[in-house]
Structure formats: C-alpha cells, structure tokens
C-alpha cells in the first residue's frame, strides 16, 4: 500500500516540478490579465463644454512596439511580360 500512496520517479518527470508548473500557470494567469485590462475601453475624465454637454473622451490604447505585428513594404514588384 505504501507504493501506491508516493508518487513514482516517472509521472514527476512527465509532470515536472510543481513550483515551476505553479510558476507557469501565474505568468498565464498575468498576460490574461492583461489582455483582459487592455481590451477594457478606458476613459479621460469628463468634461462640461461652453454649452453645458458633458464630453468624456476615450484614451487611446497604448501597444508597445514589441507587441505589433512588424509590417515590410513590399519594395519588390512583380514584373510581367506582355
């Protein structure tokens, strides 16, 4: 009974080391955080006009240069015979 009660060397290797399974479950759970918080629209504090209309502008949205897609023009064209 007792071979059955700890785990064999085996399923620890094929599962891996709890602190760093724990770890890596924390940085997923922190980036969809994150894009959950970026996907929310934030907004400037309101504002009253000369005629009295309440504006409340929306904040741009802030993507860092590593996070876009890097986009290359595409300086070669195609040449075609006629």
Do not use: C
């Not at 060397?9 to 922190?30: C, F, H, Q, T, V």
């Not at 504090?45 to 290359?72: H, Y």
Request: net charge negative; charged share 40%.
């Amino acid at each position: 009974m007792l071979l059955t009660a700890t785990p064999s060397l085996k399923a620890e290797e094929e599962n891996g080391d709890p602190g760093e399974l724990a770890r890596e479950s924390i940085e997923l759970m922190m980036r969809s955080l994150n894009l959950l918080m970026d996907s929310i629209p934030q907004y400037e504090l309101p504002e009253i006009n000369e005629d009295g209309d309440i504006i409340i502008r929306r904040k741009r949205n802030t993507v860092e240069p590593e996070d876009e897609p890097e986009e290359k023009p595409d300086t070669e064209l195609e040449k075609t015979r006629t």
